[in-house]
């Protein structure tokens, strides 16, 4: 199974918003609603940031969400914080697949 | 308090094996879907592994016939036997509850493959 296809990088200053894509196929990200993103700082443990397409979990603040359109996911940082600069995945149930990864520069 | 704790990792030389652990307090690893997730020095996550909680489990084609993930549940403890390592099995592992979506996380255990 190929790994989801990502930007690499993706900048913005503070206080703009940013969109990371995660590109798949009608086998992976296009056959359920099944997708999630994680957030992971330098040296530390990935964190779930979005499941389900769109869902956030307890905790997660509401400047992250997702959505989907076909094969490909999104995920869109409003507000961007200094905090937000990291590395995103997304991963896909159908697949067992993560993306690429997008390393997230706040300017 | 929730939370997952690895351990087992090492400096290995290549086709020998290793078994890694990851500890469970706070939820019940055989109620649950874990998996072992990896990511190799300065690359990308890669999923590994899955045992449900029925007992199905599930392997990475580049780990198949290699790797074996287990549970103990008296323990409340899973596990990923490596055999025949190689190299490109270098990586810090992860040990996370879930398959569709990993909402808990171990600190990960690093292991090098190298002669």
């Known amino acids: 199974q190929s790994a989801l296809t990502q930007p690499a990088s993706v900048s913005g200053s503070p206080g703009q918003s940013i969109t990371i894509s995660c590109t798949g196929t009608?086998?992976?990200?296009?056959?359920?609603?099944?997708v999630s993103w994680y957030q992971q700082h330098p040296g530390k443990a990935p964190k779930l940031m979005i499941y389900?397409?769109?869902k956030r979990p307890s905790g997660v603040s509401n400047r992250f969400s997702g959505s989907k359109s076909g094969n490909t996911a999104s995920l869109t940082i409003s507000g961007l914080q200094a905090e937000d600069e990291a590395d995103y995945y997304c991963?896909?149930?159908?697949?067992?697949?993560f993306g690429t990864g997008t390393k997230v520069t706040v300017l | 308090e929730v939370q997952l704790v690895e351990s087992g990792g090492g400096l290995i030389q290549p086709g020998g094996s290793l078994r890694l652990s990851c500890a469970a307090s706070?939820?019940?690893?055989?109620?649950?879907?874990m998996s072992w997730v990896r990511q190799a020095p300065g690359k990308g996550l890669e999923w590994v592994s899955v045992?449900?909680?029925?007992?199905?489990?599930y392997y990475a084609d580049s780990v198949k016939g290699r790797f074996t993930i287990s549970r103990d549940n008296s323990k409340n403890t899973l596990y990923l036997q490596m055999n025949s390592l190689r190299a490109e099995d270098t990586a810090v592992y992860y040990c996370?509850?879930?398959?569709?979506?990993?909402?808990?996380w171990g600190q990960g255990t690093m292991v090098t493959v190298s002669s």
């Open positions: 996370a509850e879930g398959v569709a979506a990993f909402d808990i």
């Open positions: 706070g939820f019940t690893v055989s109620s649950n879907y």
């Open positions: 045992i449900y909680s029925g007992g199905s489990t």
């Open positions: 009608s086998s992976d990200v296009g056959s359920y609603n099944l």
């Open positions: 389900e397409v769109s």
């Open positions: 991963c896909s149930y159908a697949g067992r697949v």
